[in-house]
């Protein structure tokens, strides 16, 4: 019989009568809703080449309150419990100081609110624990399936897009990297070719072990088509990150069909991502893409000049009298033993989340810039200034200060110990998982959190740290009487 709170009806008491199974299906779904809205949001400023970032915070905020709501169910609930307090408590925890770090920041509405066009202030990371607590609450296999499916759709969205921003050179906002370079790069609706690189790469990756695992000639086909196209349009970032995401996933495929003993045929998976990827090498170096005629990794001047300065004015000019923009390890050592001077000097609470550029800031400059202009307007005034260092854990340490960064690393390392205990007594789709969340930790060395990837990366490090129930009883005595 339904349960009932103070005599009231069973449909006002839903949250009551939910099921593992029920909650479980309605937290894929409302999972994929949250990506997908957070994707979508950003359709409007691609589309239109409109300054309207705050629709993809939006977008991020729409999601992470369903989040929300999904996530005070689950601990309603009680699906929280066991080995997942820990993650749980270590995220709380990195959430308090991060609120220490926002009093002692610069500007307390960019610590809560994130800067303009990151959108990754305090507030995003209380989203990114709810994605986190709702992905870890799912407890049967099929919501997993449910997401794996869903992810590949989101790779070919953003996919779709980055194609059209590649042939055509329309609705993007990385036509042009340099004054001189038009390479047309590929950023779909992750706002930057290096966060799209770092959304594929979980896609290509859980698409050739689904591809490997399935059994349904037609889901194989969509797997496979969605590895060759995400891999093609990766290529079109001309960054380290699209290539280290393919390296991964082709190792990570490969080492999941050993694992699990799959067919062997499924090695041949691979040349899904290697064919493409050659295929879109020979378009650029036969001249076909832009004005470009030789193709190479442009992550400085996309990052810096293309991004963070052109895009959304986060940073200052990139100063080339001091350094080599197209020398991909000198614009990532830079960008690290810069950042790692802040960290000594704003160890204990950070700059305060979506920070980082502040206290680099030297001069109000000469076009008129004073101390009630816009942020922006000081901001691109100070040249060899930067907002992001591609190291998500150094950019913690230096935002939120050395104790978020080990709050960081617990949660992280918890999901890495629980995640691996599950896989060993779990089928490929908590493999899949596990290896996602292993990608994301690998990615956080060499990318950093953003809107786009983020919570993606929370969701699939829920999934893998999940506690999938044992079939029903039912089902197990529905297979005795078979048998007998």
């Excluded at 709810?130 to 953003?158: D, H, M, P, W």
Aim: net charge positive; charged share 15%; hydrophobic share 50%.
């Amino acid at each position: 019989m339904a349960k009932e709170l103070f005599h009231t009806s069973e449909k006002s008491n839903f949250i009551l009568n939910l099921t593992e199974e029920k909650y479980s299906k309605l937290a894929s779904f409302g999972l994929l809703a949250a990506l997908f809205t957070t994707s979508l949001a950003t359709a409007i400023p691609v589309i239109t080449q409109k300054s309207f970032h705050e629709l993809t915070s939006a977008g991020l905020a729409v999601g992470g309150v369903l989040c929300m709501i999904l996530a005070l169910i689950s601990l309603i609930k009680k699906y929280i419990n066991g080995k997942l307090i820990f993650p749980v408590c270590a995220f709380a925890a990195m959430l308090l100081w991060g609120v220490v770090s926002l009093v002692n920041s610069y500007d307390i509405g960019i610590s809560f609110y994130g800067y303009n066009g990151r959108g990754e202030g305090l507030l995003a990371l209380i989203f990114y624990l709810c994605f986190f607590i709702t992905a870890a609450s799912i407890k049967r296999e099929q919501a997993l399936k449910t997401i794996v499916y869903g992810l590949a759709v989101l790779g070919l969205l953003n996919s779709a897009f980055g194609l059209v921003q590649v042939f055509t050179g329309k609705i993007s906002n990385y036509r042009m990297i340099s004054i001189e370079i038009q390479a047309n790069a590929a950023s779909g609706l992750s706002q930057s070719p290096l966060f799209l690189a770092m959304v594929l790469t979980l896609v290509v990756t859980s698409s050739l072990i689904a591809f490997a695992s399935v059994k349904n000639i037609g889901s194989k086909l969509f797997f496979i088509i969605t590895v060759g196209v995400c891999s093609f349009t990766m290529m079109f970032t001309y960054s380290f990150i699209g290539i280290c995401g393919l390296i991964f996933a082709v190792i990570a495929a490969v080492v999941t069909i050993f694992c699990l003993r799959l067919s062997k045929a499924g090695l041949a998976s691979v040349l899904a991502v290697i064919v493409p990827a050659a295929a879109a090498v020979g378009l650029v170096q036969a001249g076909l893409i832009g004005n470009i005629s030789d193709y190479r990794l442009y992550d400085g001047r996309i990052l810096w000049f293309a991004d963070s300065y052109y895009r959304i004015s986060a940073s200052g000019e990139p100063d080339l009298k001091k350094l080599d923009i197209d020398d991909t390890y000198e614009v990532y050592y830079t960008l690290n033993s810069k950042t790692s001077n802040i960290i000594s000097t704003h160890s204990l609470t950070g700059t305060g989340p979506d920070q980082l550029v502040f206290p680099q800031l030297y001069t109000f400059g000469n076009s008129g810039a004073n101390e009630n202009s816009p942020i922006s307007d000081v901001i691109i005034e100070n040249k060899g200034t930067f907002d992001k260092v591609y190291n998500e854990y150094l950019y913690t340490a230096a935002t939120r200060g050395i104790p978020s960064l080990i709050a960081l690393a617990v949660i992280l390392l918890s999901v890495l110990f629980i995640g691996a205990k599950r896989t060993k007594k779990g089928t490929w789709l908590q493999c899949c998982m596990f290896v996602l969340s292993v990608g994301g930790m690998l990615l956080f060395f060499i990318g950093c959190s953003n809107t786009a990837f983020s919570p993606l990366f929370w969701t699939v490090a829920g999934c893998s740290a999940a506690q999938l129930a044992a079939p029903e009883k039912a089902v197990e005595n529905k297979k005795t009487v078979k048998a007998e």
